[in-house]
């Protein structure tokens, strides 16, 4: 096998080293050309073509499913614009982009963002579960009418006539404020059955036979009392964990301070919790498993792709997704026994018409973490939205069991939850270099100009005169009119000796207004 190195200098001078970077190292695409090789509106020479910037997703193939499902796109604002170099080209008085719109938005990639599909899930699930609900509209109503009656009217009629003292109202006003927060608070108070409660839902994802997996953990804290909560990681030294928002408050209204540490191992300390609130926390780490979930067993007997259990857990409602531009498909097989082999059924399903299966919790229970709302989200987003995941075949299920590995002080009384698995186990096909996203000339949509463009004709002023072809300063292609140039002779010699350089012997005093010029 012939090797070579990337920065040799005889490689590096090649002029087709950044398109081998680019098309075959990188598998990069091709910038697209936004404005090709022209002449300056107002002269001084020509600008360059312009390409569109790319974004995130086609700079880089990997992803965090965790992360990347559903992240929302961003607008770069005016002074990070300025800050990355870019010319900002807005129309005065707006915030519009005059031209290349796409230069300002980003598209995240493995960007830790707490909108995106996968937490907003997980927030909505685990505040489901908890059964703490925030008092409707109706309930605050009838609670301050309430009050308003027994604060005055009814406040004035039992001092004026039960007690014939009216100046006692003032007294008996502290009374039922009192009493009234009293009531309320018993009122919206939710009993879970224990002291301190956590729910929590994992995401883990492989790829192939790796032995190391992906894992992401939303988790929501309840507790009674006051208390102050340690989420560590002692066994993994990768593991970040950090507070998550419950999306219940308005920003800047309420803050509170938690601790990061990494050493001696990783840990969200000093994280407190107020009576009777829900808290919530999320965590990543990359872990070695025990036993990859679900690998590819090659193909059955019957000539369909089989899979295998290699994890220590049963896999619930496993789906077989198998991604196409055309339409991705699904098919269902079932539940996957620890060390147990399933072969993919002929019936195959749209993924748009994926239902989950009857093994899932009822729906009913609302204190219940139901993973079906996951599997059916995961299911449809599997598309082949990019060339790269053209016939990526992975295994998407769940378990009802929690990832060990995280230690929780001061421990809780119940901690539930359960486990969803995306195991990619086969990628999709790499896209072809020669094809027009990474060759623009491929399709012979987009050619080399075959001259330079034409400049126009310009008469250029100086202070000795017009500049004409030759002298400094002068951008390639001008053309200078007939006639524009002085055409005086050089200092001593004769009209018959003057050649073609003739203009290098000038001097300002030949250009002077006292005497005569053709």
């Known amino acids: 096998m012939t090797s070579f190195s990337l920065i040799d200098p005889i490689l590096m001078a090649w002029p087709g080293y950044e398109t081998l970077v680019r098309r075959v190292v990188l598998r990069r695409p091709e910038e697209r050309m936004v404005e090709p090789l022209r002449y300056h509106p107002s002269g001084g020479g020509f600008d360059a073509p312009r390409y569109d910037f790319w974004s995130g997703p086609d700079l880089t193939w990997t992803r965090i499913l965790a992360r990347d499902l559903g992240a929302p796109t961003r607008r770069v604002d005016e002074e990070e614009d300025r800050s990355m170099g870019r010319i900002s080209n807005r129309a005065e008085g707006t915030s519009a982009v005059a031209f290349n719109p796409i230069d300002f938005y980003q598209v995240p990639v493995a960007e830790w963002i707490e909108n995106s599909a996968m937490p907003n899930l997980a927030r909505a699930a685990l505040q489901e579960a908890s059964g703490i609900e925030i008092p409707n509209a109706r309930f605050v109503l009838k609670v301050i009418l309430a009050y308003v009656i027994c604060l ?69 804290l309840y507790t009674t009392g006051r208390a102050a909560y340690s989420i560590s990681f002692p066994e993994d030294p990768t593991a970040l964990v950090l507070p998550m928002s419950t999306g219940r408050s308005i920003r800047g209204e309420e803050s509170q301070k938690a601790r990061f540490q990494i050493l001696p191992h990783p840990a969200l300390t000093e994280y407190q919790l107020q009576p009777r609130s829900l808290s919530m926390y999320r965590a990543e ?8 979930p ?13 899979i295998r259990n290699t994890g220590p857990v049963e896999l619930r409602d496993a789906v077989l997704v198998e991604l196409k531009r055309s339409g991705s498909i699904c098919r269902e097989l079932g539940s996957i026994a620890p060390g147990a082999t399933v072969e993919a059924g002929e019936a195959s399903i749209p ?45 998407i299920a769940w378990t009802d069991r929690i990832l060990p590995g995280q230690v929780i002080e001061p421990p809780v009384d119940r901690h539930r939850g359960f486990t969803l698995v995306v195991a990619h186990l086969r990628g999709g096909d790499l896209p072809d ?16 100009p075959e001259r330079i463009p034409t400049a126009p004709v310009l008469n250029v002023p100086t202070p000795f005169g017009f500049r004409g072809a030759g002298m400094p300063g002068l951008p390639p292609g001008i053309q200078i009119p007939r006639g524009a140039m002085p055409a005086a002779p050089g200092r001593g010699r004769s009209k018959g000796e003057a050649g073609e350089n003739e203009a290098d012997d000038l001097s300002p005093e030949d250009f002077s207004s006292e005497k005569p010029q053709r």
């Open 285 to 292: 780490q990359l872990a070695t498993l025990d036993g990859v």
């Open 351 to 395: 993924i748009e018409e994926y239902v989950p299966g009857s093994s899932i919790p009822s729906l009913g229970d609302r204190a219940t973490l139901r993973p079906a709302d996951f599997l059916e989200t995961l299911v449809r987003s599997s598309t082949a939205a990019r060339p790269e995941d053209e016939g990526e075949l992975r295994l």
């Open 152 to 220: 005055v009217p009814l406040n004035w009629l039992i001092c004026r006539y039960g007690l014939g003292r009216r100046e006692w109202a003032w007294v008996l006003a502290p009374l039922f404020a009192f009493g009234f927060a009293i009531v309320v608070e018993r009122a919206a108070a939710y009993d879970v059955g224990f002291d301190s409660t956590c729910d929590e839902i994992d995401l883990l994802e492989t790829h192939g036979d790796h032995p190391r997996g992906h894992i992401s953990r939303f988790a929501s």
């Open 433 to 448: 270099p020669d094809s027009p996203d990474y060759d623009a000339r491929g399709d012979r949509s987009e050619r080399l």
């Open 294 to 306: 679900a690998q590819s067993a090659g193909v059955g007997p019957s000539g369909r792709a089989s």
